[in-house]
């Protein structure tokens, strides 16, 4: 009788934790939502999603402290586009520490900690660990306030938008 219920609890603990382990596993699902940028990338919980002008392929370059204030968007399989994403250009990239990192038009996707509310956008433009964030549009590029004057090294122009 005491080995059967040791045997029943073992069951038990062990549908438990499976039943846990597949509650956390998740696809990513990234679409478009109107906010003070205009229309830009969000994940499921509606909050934007940035890429880091550091990160010049689609490896990203931010981890240990710099990860944890620009999360990345991470799933466990293929992401899915929602309404206003382009399914073409969504991909994935390993992490150093082997998670799937989400790519929207080869730029790793990240959440900014500070942006507590839905459509929050705080996290554009701000420079911090080595580049600066910018949410990205849904065509996969980077958002650029209208009235952004940006330098380069022949030019001098005003954004419109999109950058």
Request: overall charge positive; hydrophobic content about 40%; some cysteine.
């Amino acid at each position: 009788m005491r080995i059967t219920r040791v045997l029943a609890a073992l069951v038990v603990a062990s549908v438990l934790t499976g039943t846990a382990l597949a509650a956390s596993a998740t696809i990513a699902v990234v679409h478009v939502r109107a906010t003070s940028l205009g229309s830009t990338l969000v994940a499921a919980n509606s909050k934007t999603l940035y890429m880091f002008a550091h990160d010049t392929s689609t490896k990203s370059t931010c981890s240990g402290s710099c990860a944890s204030y620009w999360p990345p968007l991470v799933t466990t399989g293929k992401p899915k586009a929602g309404p206003g994403a382009h399914a073409a250009l969504l991909g994935t990239t390993h992490r150093a520490d082997g998670t799937l990192q989400v790519t929207y038009h080869g730029h790793p996707l990240y959440f900014f900690v500070n942006d507590k509310k839905a459509g929050a956008t705080s996290g554009e433009g701000l420079k911090a660990f080595g580049g600066k964030w910018f949410a990205l549009s849904p065509a996969g590029s980077k958002i650029v306030p209208a009235g952004t004057t940006t330098t380069t090294p022949t030019t001098t122009t005003t954004s419109g938008g999109y950058g």
